[in-house]
């Protein structure tokens, strides 16, 4: 019988992640043909999702002014979505430190009309990483859960995104609060803005690619000021530093020729912020690339085209992937040439047990026209393979 319903049904049998295969197991038993033409009539039932059509996904347009609160919160009708909080801190004795943490929210083809609780409609991903140079190495960590049955959240209408214990919330007086356990540390942050928000692209529509359909709406929160505790082996340290909060969310950010980007999103000591990427092709070459510098007047200046370019100026090759990354870069923007140097070369974050990837995300100094300006993060992807979304 199994056979002929593995015909009759196909691979449907085998998206429904075991559990066909278990009422298989319990009710084929029965010799009657009663008891077989009611296995097959249950068995039909609960595989009618799989034949369902995927989702259709909102898309990114330039004639969609951003709203808030509203967008704060999460927007599953978009296939992905992140919040990504990166930063310098200092710690008691003057000694610096950089976090990373990353809360990714991903649409799946399940079909939505499914009322199971246990449907994969949302995938929740997190990531966190401590960067300190004392020790030379990325201290990371990476969970993933569907949303629902308490494991994971992303709530509409304002940041509030949950998987398992780790946690970033947006407060009433519109500071994030960060609640992460990790394996090797423990992060209780408050991160306060100091700046309005600042909306990338077109108010908010920030193009990826060629086609205008290649796009993301996307804010950035510069300038955070972070106050709270690392705790290491048991041991709480009081630290402060200054925060970088990008939320972006798309259907189709990606041209199938990318394999990957380089980003930075860097606090000015005088106040100002700069945003910069590049989206780079499989050939070596630059399918689409822009930077935004908000002064500390918040006057604001656009670069693309050839005001802006990205020079690798030293190489790191990671001794556990093989991936080699620009971990030192120049970026012109007009006639302002940035150096950014990584706070440790070792940064590279393998989330292969979660999104897939394997990717350096790392803070750096900079500085402009050979003047010390700020702090930063740098993230390079693609670098060992293409990126995927």
């Not at 799946?108 to 990531?127: C, E, G, K, W, Y």
């Not at 990371?140 to 308490?150: E, M, P, S, V, Y």
């Not at 005088?270 to 050939?283: E, H, T, V």
């Not at 070792?346 to 500085?367: C, F, I, P």
Request: proline share 7%; hydrophobic share 35%.
């Amino acid at each position: 019988m199994f056979g002929k319903l593995r015909k009759t049904l196909g691979p449907s049998l085998r998206r429904e992640d075991g559990f066909i295969s278990f009422i298989l197991k319990i009710t084929v038993a029965p010799a009657y043909a009663g008891a077989q033409r009611l296995c097959f009539l249950l068995i039909f039932l609960l595989t009618q999702s799989a034949f369902a059509a995927p989702p259709e996904f909102n898309t990114v347009s330039p004639n969609h002014p951003l709203a808030f609160p509203r967008d704060y919160g999460a927007h599953p009708d978009f296939r992905t979505e992140w919040w990504y909080a990166t930063g310098w801190l200092q710690t008691p004795d003057g000694k610096p430190l950089g976090f990373q943490v990353t809360f990714f929210r991903s649409a799946t083809d399940h079909d939505r009309a499914n009322p199971s609780r246990f449907a994969p409609a949302q995938l929740i991903v997190a990531h966190a990483a401590l960067s300190d140079p004392a020790t030379g190495k990325l201290q990371h960590d990476q969970k993933i859960a569907r949303t629902g049955l308490g494991l994971a959240q992303a709530q509409e209408g304002n940041t509030n995104v949950s998987l398992h214990q780790w946690q970033m919330q947006r407060l009433a007086d519109g500071s994030y609060q960060v609640h992460l356990p990790a394996r090797e540390f423990v992060l209780n942050l408050n991160m306060k803005p100091t700046q309005p928000l600042l909306l990338q692209g077109e108010q908010g529509y920030s193009r990826k690619g060629p086609d205008p359909r290649q796009a993301s709406y996307y804010y950035s929160e510069p300038q955070l000021q972070v106050s709270g505790q690392v705790t290491r082996n048991g041991k709480a340290l009081a630290v402060k530093g200054h925060a970088w909060l990008d939320h972006e969310w798309s259907s189709s950010v990606l041209d199938p020729a990318a394999t990957g980007w380089d980003w930075v999103g860097a606090n000015l000591d005088d106040g100002s912020a700069l945003m910069a990427f590049q989206i780079r092709a499989k050939n070596g070459s630059i399918l689409w690339k822009h930077a935004t510098l908000r002064a500390a007047n918040g006057k604001l200046t656009h670069y693309t085209g050839d005001a802006l370019r990205f020079t690798p100026q030293r190489q790191w090759r990671s001794p556990r992937t093989g991936a080699s990354y620009p971990v030192a870069m120049q970026i012109e923007t007009g006639h302002t040439r940035w150096l950014l140097t990584p706070l440790q070369d070792d940064q590279e974050l393998d989330s292969r047990q979660s999104t897939g990837a394997v990717y350096w995300e790392g803070a750096v100094r900079l500085s402009r026209d050979g003047q010390p300006a700020g702090r930063a993060y740098l993230e390079l992807t693609g670098y060992l393979k293409p990126l995927k979304l």
